[in-house]
């Protein structure tokens, strides 16, 4: 490791990495909720499936104005910050001071573990509650006045299992995502820096790369997660009986139901995330130059 790699990874510390990922997540859901909202619906509804992404954004803005593609935004904004600081935060920790040694494999060792936390911790109760309001969203007549009348309903009828349906499956997703999305995304800035002068859109175009690759790798298990933690989830005892239930209604092209919008969105997240984390990590590193 050169020296300033070594200066860069002592003043990047897990808490400063943590706050500079809390800001990019914030910036990234912003950008990319509208495609996630469609990627739901397309998910829990056969019928939206077959609309088609485009169409489905066009029916929820005709029914519900375009600030309907918005629904449960505040809930997933809210926990953007936390999952982001609780995400590179880990991920610098683990790599500062368990897996030292600069390798592929443990990066994406660092990459599973900092992911499989920020399921468990931050996703599984966030992504519950999302799915429910969009689920609920295309309901007739809904269930929930608001953000805050469906949690309290939520929370009040199901309790602790209307939280944490599908954790296992949510750490394993999210586990997975980032063990493909840390060493895939470093390794493809390493091969495209010589071709660009402009790091945020290098960063912006490798992202866009990783999220695409990483989607069609593990489409399925955000397909089980959805429909596990969806308003009909009390139709399924676990992942496996979930996913029987889906191939044998719609076959093995049911587990990759709304993989159009999501690669979309995990495209503008990826991009957006790191594109923004490395330029703010730049600009933070540069005023602890200049404040020692």
Same mark, same amino acid.
Do not use: W
């Given at each position: 490791m050169t020296k300033a790699a070594q200066k860069n990874?002592?003043?990047?510390?897990?808490?400063?990495?943590?706050? %500079?990922? #809390?800001?990019?997540?914030? !910036?990234?859901?912003?950008?990319?909720?509208?495609?996630?909202?469609?990627?739901? /619906?397309?998910?829990?509804?056969?019928?939206?499936?077959?609309? #088609?992404?485009? &169409?489905?954004?066009?029916?929820?803005?005709?029914?519900?104005?375009? +600030?309907? !593609?918005?629904k449960g935004y505040n809930l997933l904004l809210g926990a953007a910050v936390p999952k982001a600081y609780v995400r590179f935060g880990i991920f610098e920790y683990l790599k500062q001071n368990v897996f030292t040694t600069q390798s592929i494999i443990n990066t994406t060792i660092c990459g599973a573990i900092a992911g499989?936390?920020? #399921?468990?911790v931050v996703h599984t109760p966030v992504e519950n509650m999302k799915v429910k309001l969009i689920h609920d969203r295309?309901? &007739?007549?809904?269930q929930f006045k608001?953000? +805050?009348?469906?949690?309290?309903?939520? @929370?009040?009828?199901?309790? +602790?299992?209307? !939280? @944490?349906? #599908?954790? +296992? /499956?949510?750490?394993c997703k999210e586990g997975s995502n980032h063990a493909i999305r840390f060493p895939l995304f470093l390794g493809l800035q390493q091969t495209f820096s010589p071709y660009f002068n402009n790091n945020v859109l290098r960063d912006l175009i490798t992202g866009g790369m990783t999220g695409? /690759?990483? %989607?069609? /790798?593990?489409?399925?298990?955000? =397909?089980l997660k959805t429909n596990l933690q969806g308003l009909n989830s009390h139709k399924y005892t676990g992942a496996v009986d979930c996913a029987k239930q889906i191939v044998r209604k719609e076959g093995y092209s049911g587990l990759y139901k709304g993989v159009k919008p999501r690669m979309?969105? =995990?495209?503008?997240? %990826?991009?957006?995330?790191?594109a923004s984390y490395n330029a703010i990590k730049e600009t933070v590193l540069k005023y602890l130059d200049v404040a020692e």
């Open positions: 990874n002592q003043q990047m510390t897990p808490k400063v990495a943590a706050i %500079v990922g #809390g800001i990019a997540g914030a !910036l990234e859901i912003t950008a990319a909720y509208p495609v996630e909202f469609t990627k739901v /619906i397309m998910q829990l509804y056969s019928k939206y499936n077959n609309m #088609g992404a485009i &169409n489905v954004m066009k029916y929820t803005v005709k029914k519900d104005g375009f +600030f309907g !593609l918005y499989a936390v920020e #399921g468990l295309f309901k &007739n007549p809904p608001n953000m +805050f009348h469906g949690i309290y309903k939520v @929370s009040t009828e199901q309790g +602790f299992k209307g !939280l @944490s349906s #599908g954790a +296992f /499956i949510t750490m695409v /690759i990483c %989607v069609a /790798i593990n489409q399925p298990l955000d =397909v979309a969105r =995990v495209a503008i997240e %990826v991009s957006v995330t790191f």
